[in-house]
């Protein structure tokens, strides 16, 4: 196999993500960052057949690293559909696709925190082999859940799999799955600490202390992290406090829970991309005034936390949860950093941080991506633009003159992938409304 044409980008503004001065070179060789500045500049003079990339006007930076995104999911409406109308080998076949749709959209790195039919592991592998094209992927096998569920209520078992949930209902059973999602692969534990029961308004803490902490010391022990859905301050406060190492909402948290947050050491990834589109666009695809309602004063009670965690040193993730009706592949993977900046109040290059360097924590490799420095995986953007004035101009893929993803060019000039419907895929309702005798006198 012959070498990778070295590539050095010249004449952009650099964010390198670390916060310091600009720069104007880099100089990629294979999959790893050569130089940054004059210092790119002097060594491309000495090497051979270098691809030069020319970024005046534009602005260079870190690929974007999606921490929250659900790869396998395709976009679904509805957890029925999601639960029970989806085919492994199809899933799958589909998943591969909709990969190419984030690195068309700048995203170099994600990660998938629990997968349909356990194939998280399988994509990663497959990715990493060049079977399947896609971005750096860190993975979860399924979400760990209660008999009382997540989300989902009562489409979730009292035992048993379904769709990206495993269900656990003793302390033995926990850490048995805990060590079989490991032994197949798992960068990540997934535990759905919160879940939502009829006639009580938001999610309830579904495990008990002992629980938590039995995952979260089996996981440590087999040195792999564990990340925690927790839609509550009463939750956070409970996954910080038993070792999860990344808390994901961490709605309404409070200052006990931030408390025991910095304590921890723990990171929070709010990802509010799901609940800003359904308060802010939900009416254009049908969602009812309540839920925009609830979702936006849910928004405007976390962030203010946020800004307190952020200022006390608490590691801010982005994840915009693609995978939904929603948030779409390719579409909304910037969105949470315009609400990290209009909303938690950071700067735009703060905002920038979360979404790359700090990216790393999520897929398990600080110190090897989400930053411009020598050393580092080659995941680059060019960008039309200055998003370190306006981080809105990383949500228009117009704005991408070049994705490099492991040292190598993405084709952004095909077409933007689709595929027409499969049979089963969806649910189909025989009405949207009782058809009673009124209506018809």
Known sequence: MSEPTPIVITGGTVIDGTGAQPDTSVLLEGDRIVA???????AAANRMGVNMIDAAGCTVMPGLIDAHIHCTFDDVQSNDELFFHRDHTLAALIAAQNLQKLLMAGVTGFCDPDTLFSMGPSLRDAIDAGVVEGPRMATGVQALVTAVGGTAGRLIPDTGVVGYAQVVTTVDEMIQMTRRHIKHGADWIKIHATGSIPRHQ??????????????????????????AHARSAGSTQACAEAGVDLILHASFMDDAALEAVIDAGAALMPTFTFLANLADYGHLVGAGAGMQDVFRG??????KMMAKAHDAGVPLLCGSESGFALTPYGHWHAR??????????????QAIACATANGAIAMRMEGEVGTLTPGMAADVLVVDGDPAADVTVLADRSNLRWVISRGQPVDLDRPWPTRGPISGEKVANWAASSLTRELIE
């Open 202 to 227: 938001g999610e309830l803490l579904a495990w008990k202390p002992e629980e938590l902490k039995a995952v979260c010391d089996t996981a440590h022990e087999l040195e792999t992290p564990v990340m």
């Open 36 to 42: 940054v500045g004059p210092e790119a500049e002097s």
């Open 298 to 303: 849910e928004i405007e009670a976390t962030a």
């Open 336 to 349: 949470e950093m315009e609400v990290l900046v209009e909303s938690v109040g950071l700067s735009p290059l």
